[in-house]
């Protein structure tokens, strides 16, 4: 059942308490990757260790509440997880683009009676992106059209930030430079905090949505600093303006911003573990000996970060 509910903050907000997160035991705010890949699922044995999907990120907060970005081929996965639990689902969506969005009628919990599910999603961009992930599921894109699904699903285009009802939970949203539009997200619990900014370009050709200086900005002192680095300067110029950012632009955003950690995401369907890995040696020979970020990690799939407040304004950083 598809409900193109759009008042429901405050009932959201109401009725959000549905227990303990049983996943996360640890009080921990925990960021786990289940689709890293940019544009295209791209499996094959030179992509293995760093994983094909695309994109989708599981935060689980200390609270209990838990956030998906985005619904790429990953979310297949995070799916079977899920199915396990009762929880109510919130899914924040950066922009309805394929690999954002193609992974989620695999994603078993949609077919579950029970189950809540809250897409937060985006009118703003030039082609309509209200419930992008439903569109999909037309009857002949796919064989089950969306109104048939049993789950209890919303579409959301209000600002997320009070949707969990908990004081401690804040989330903040920024435009991203992209063809079409769409968001980044802000996620702070506790002190604790997380970007996440997919298919954005630092520094596009054209309009400019969000500035560099607002993104340092919005980026200012996060713990955990995802970005889009999906490209390298042999892919220029023939792709300026394509909406994705480069992997030196990326690193001077993390430093500039004075991120703790940086991870970078949505890697190149064509980009081999080799590469990735060259990528990841350049980073970490750049970073030495700067003070910030501390941590520098290209995503791959099933890492896991893990964020633990310490005392005062410190949070101990730990990538498995
Ligand atoms: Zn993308
Ligand atoms: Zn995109």
Redesign the pocket.
Known sequence: MLHHGVNVLAQAANTNHTGKNLLNRDEQLIITFYGVR??IPSPGPATARYGGNT?CVYIELASGNSLILDAGTGIRALGKRLAQTHQTINILLSHG?W??VQGYPFFEPIYQPERRIRVFTSTQGEHGQLCSLFNQIDGANFPVSAEQLPSQSECITEDPAIILGDENIIVRRARINHPGGGYAYRIEEDGTSCVYI??NELDPPHKVTTRYDQWVEFCRGVDVLIHDAQYLESDMPTKHGWGHSLVTQVRQLAIDAEAASLVMF?HDPDRSDAEIDFIQQENDAFFRGRRAPSLSVCAAEGMRIQLTPQSGKATRIDIS
Do not use: I, K, L, R
Request: glycine residues 12%.
């Open positions: 940019g544009s994109s683009h690999d954002h997919t298919d949505h």
